[in-house]
């Protein structure tokens, strides 16, 4: 029993680590507006930790909902909008030192992307610990193209 208990324990702690490590969006916000063919900006957070990770990658992509319910990140991605390094820091600018380390991306919307709701999707790829376990997440939120 006491074997059960210990390796509960080191369960815990391992998906602790985990969920410590993972990123998320910070910027832009559920259902913003943005016109299609235009800039905008997407933060992507990655909390502070005392286990070590390394950044392997980052891809953000937007997929059309107007006229589906969409599949979810880890099932498709659409329209690669970044494929590339994720390098989080912290900030000393007026107003975001309160931030966790993060990175700004800016993007474009296709000009011609379906107007309506759409899945802005995350893939992030990183090693975690002393251990290197490879660890992909997948997260996303809605924006509306106008």
């Known amino acids: 029993m006491r074997l059960f208990y210990a390796q509960y324990s080191l369960l ?3 998906i602790t680590s985990v969920i410590a490590q993972s990123a998320n969006i910070g910027a832009p916000e559920d259902m913003s507006q943005v016109a299609a063919g235009s800039n905008f900006t997407v933060t992507i957070d990655r909390p ?7 950044e392997v990658a980052l891809v953000i992509a937007l997929l059309s909902c107007a006229s589906n319910p969409c599949p979810g ?5 659409g329209t690669v909008l970044y494929n590339g390094p994720f390098d989080p820091e912290f900030t000393t600018e007026p107003g975001t030192t309160s931030l966790p380390p993060h990175e700004n991306f800016t993007l474009t919307v296709p000009s011609a992307f379906s107007k ?3 899945q802005l999707g995350v893939a992030h790829f990183y ?3 002393a251990s290197v376990a ?3 997440e997948t997260f996303n939120t809605t924006i509306v193209i106008t």
Do not use: R
């Open 12 to 14: 815990a702690i391992a």
């Open 48 to 54: 502070d930790s005392l286990t070590g990770s390394t």
């Open 73 to 77: 990140p880890s099932e498709e991605l």
């Open 116 to 118: 309506g709701n759409a």
């Open 127 to 129: 090693l975690l610990g």
């Open 134 to 136: 490879p660890i992909l």
